[in-house]
């Protein structure tokens, strides 16, 4: 079972091919080739940037866990 990098939850969902939305904290997490990236969804429905805030080996060691 897949956890949120951010909060740990496991209530995450997918809702595109390559990106995933956790329902705990609201956090948006793409996967790109051997890369994952974590967004936080705005009030207007823009998405920020939260990539310098995990670390490389955390970020990886998550994304081998969203390998379906």
């Given at each position: ?31 790109n080739g051997e890369k994952m990236s974590v967004y936080q969804v ?27």
């Open positions: 079972m897949m956890k949120c990098p951010n909060c740990s939850s496991k209530d995450i969902g997918k809702i595109g091919s390559h990106q995933f939305y956790c329902w705990g904290c609201f956090i948006e997490l793409t996967v705005e009030e207007d429905g823009t998405l920020s940037s939260l990539d310098d805030l995990f670390f490389g080996e955390e970020v990886q060691q998550d994304f081998n866990q969203l390998q379906l």
